[in-house]
């Protein structure tokens, strides 16, 4: 008989070789925090990956995904993107935009009746509604712990599994030709002042920008403030867009509440004159938008969060604000609404708020004083 002897170092290679070999190629050794946080995560009923290259492995096999956005300008940009980055998913993505469309997406959820989907918008105004739908994927601890590349605050820290793409701001929009340099206010207090009683200004009869007041100020204060708006007897309309184009023709010579934004800017880019002009009144009201999760019945929920990560990010965030305009999220950097923000002081609508916002705008519509329905 021959006997082969073989060197340490020989024995060492081959055996290194054996392990690596005897594993699946995402497979990864994960480290003691992302572990803990595993457990800790299944323990809350949450699904938990530890390695980036194990949801990639498997959504190769899954190969299709089917996204509800509430984007519209960018989807052609942001699709397009994302399949040069991962041209083994077949993407599918359609808007669903407007109040009364998400009552009625949820509506075929709960009948079941969406299963090809795998990606929902969540309307904030039925937030709640949503939750027991959505796939417990603890997006928020892959986040934290960089197996996901998502800003965390982009993320509900309560329910872990949501995330919002954008973030709305607003403004104060004004016709320069009926609003001299010397009325335009510089406080919310400004707008009390007696030259703006007797329609001199719209308001929105749905308060939800005046509503996002309410984290700076308190709700008693911001009914108290929306009692004094109502003494001065403004225009009431509703509508940004509509509003925006009346004053646009000089029948409106300043919009309160309702206009964020993007919105503004998007038709200063469709004014050759000049005419629509904004300024920035402190606390400026911000909140999170477009919330979107990942379906209990996706057919393909490791491709869906593949999509998650990648609209999150900075090249899909760019193309956002590129498109969309100008709403991608405050917490994305170098975003539009990054920039114009700094240094200001805030009133957020944190994820924590956003089940409440549904009160605060049936107290400040009380406030306004309009009619209910018996």
């Known amino acids: 008989m021959r006997v082969v002897s073989l060197s340490v170092h020989a024995l060492m290679v081959f055996l290194l070789t054996h392990l690596l070999t005897s594993f699946p190629a995402h497979s990864a050794i994960a480290s003691p925090a992302i572990l803990k946080a595993k457990q800790e995560a299944e323990a809350k009923g949450y699904a938990f990956f530890t390695n980036r290259d194990e949801i990639v492995s498997k959504a190769k096999k899954e190969g299709k995904l089917r996204v509800v956005t509430g984007l519209v300008g960018s989807i052609q940009a942001t699709t397009e993107a994302f399949r040069k980055r991962y041209p083994f998913i077949d993407l599918h993505v359609e808007e669903l935009k407007g109040g009364d469309l998400g009552p009625r997406a949820l509506l075929q959820v709960q009948a079941g ?44 820290p309560k329910n872990r599994n949501v995330m919002a793409l954008v973030s709305r701001f607003s403004v104060v929009p004004y016709n320069k030709n009926l609003v001299s340099p010397g009325q ?5 207090e400004d707008m009390l002042k007696p030259e703006w009683k007797g329609r001199k200004f719209a308001v929105d009869i ?12 308190g709700l008693e204060k911001t009914l108290d403030y929306a009692r004094k708006i109502v003494a001065q007897e403004p225009i009431w309309a509703r509508g940004g867009t509509r509003v925006l184009i009346a004053l646009a023709a000089g029948e409106i010579p300043l919009y309160l509440f309702g206009s964020s934004y993007h919105s503004v800017i998007r038709l200063q880019r469709k004014d050759p004159l000049g005419v629509i002009q904004y300024t920035v009144l402190e606390p400026v009201p911000l909140r999170v938008g477009v919330e979107q999760a990942i379906l209990a019945t996706s057919r393909n929920p490791h491709a869906a969060l593949l ?38 002081k805030l009133s957020v609508v944190s994820w924590e708020h956003n089940e409440k916002m549904e009160q605060w705008i049936a107290k400040l519509v009380e406030a306004y004083g309009f009619p209910k329905a018996q």
């Open 113 to 156: 009746a969406a299963k090809d989907s795998d990606i929902m918008r969540t309307h904030t105004d039925i937030y709640s509604q949503w939750l027991p739908h959505l796939w417990k994927a603890d997006l928020l601890g892959m986040a934290e712990h960089g197996v996901l590349d998502i800003h965390p605050q982009m993320i509900d």
């Open 206 to 217: 749905r308060p939800q920008e005046f509503a996002a007041l309410v984290p700076a100020w």
């Open 184 to 188: 335009v206010p510089k406080s919310w």
């Open 307 to 344: 999509w998650m990560e990648f609209i999150a990010g900075s090249e899909a965030q760019k193309l956002i604000d590129e498109h969309e305009p100008l709403t991608a999220s405050v917490y994305s950097k170098d975003s539009a609404a990054e920039q114009a923000l700094k240094g200001k």
